[in-house]
């Protein structure tokens, strides 16, 4: 069975620029997150979608930060412009809602903004 | 107040050794669920484990298991024969239930990062 697929693994780009993160989560889960990770604040949740509405973005930084989910099987994270803060690792998680199931995880995108 | 602690920032072990990594939380719903995550140098987050609030027997999986204790709120993994491979961080998170709001997001701690020595 296919897990979560991220795109690109890897982002290198100048600042200013347009980043646009890709997330396609395992078929028939119903909620996915975003997460960042540094090595200074850890692992924060970014934001979520339910059924692909987006139930709590509080973790998103600042409106540079902007996350979608047109269908089930799709969602992306932007950042424009980035700032170099914003390099990190991005991972896209998804799951069921009903019962304590876990989240599975994406490899996770590395984004480094010069 | 911080839900999900993990005091030990940094273990290690004899390979072939048990090995215990602490997890302590706080919440007041009484339906919650605990989880254990693996992320190894490579980057990826991989699920090991997950004990109910409700579970009667502590959960197991493999060289893994849960060592729940509710009274005290904590949900410590046990590695057993601990082996290379498992020289990894390692999280604990919780999902709290319909009592706080029913969002079905993970609370993660700081992690512990496990070092295995042949």
């Known amino acids: 069975d296919a897990g979560v697929i991220q795109s690109p693994r890897h982002e290198v780009t100048e600042m200013g620029q347009e980043v646009t993160l890709r997330c396609k989560p395992i078929s028939g889960h119903n909620s996915l997150f975003w997460y960042r990770q540094t090595m200074m604040r850890g692992l924060e949740l970014l934001i979520y979608f339910n059924n692909n509405v987006p139930i709590d973005d509080s973790g998103m930084p600042e409106d540079r930060f902007s996350a979608k989910m047109p269908n089930a099987s799709f969602s992306t994270l932007k950042i424009q412009p980035s700032e170099p803060r914003d390099s990190a690792v991005y991972f896209c998680a998804s799951s069921l809602i009903e019962g304590y199931q876990p989240q599975h995880f994406g490899d996770g995108t590395r984004l480094s903004i010069l | 107040a911080q839900k999900i602690t993990q005091t030990q920032p940094g273990m290690f072990v004899q390979e072939k050794e048990a090995v215990t990594l602490d997890c302590t939380y706080d919440t007041s719903d009484p339906s919650y669920g605990l989880f254990w995550y693996k992320q190894p140098s490579s980057g990826e987050m991989i699920f090991l484990i997950y004990q109910g609030s409700y579970d009667q027997q502590n959960a197991t999986e493999g060289r893994y298991s849960l060592n729940f204790q509710k009274a005290r709120k904590s949900a410590n993994l046990v590695i057993s024969a601990s082996q290379l491979g498992d020289s990894a961080m390692y999280f604990c998170?919780?999902?709290?239930?319909?009592?706080?709001?029913?969002?079905?997001?993970?609370?993660f701690g700081a992690g512990t990062r496990l070092a295995v020595h042949p």
């Open positions: 998170a919780m999902r709290e239930g319909a009592f706080s709001g029913g969002y079905n997001k993970l609370i």
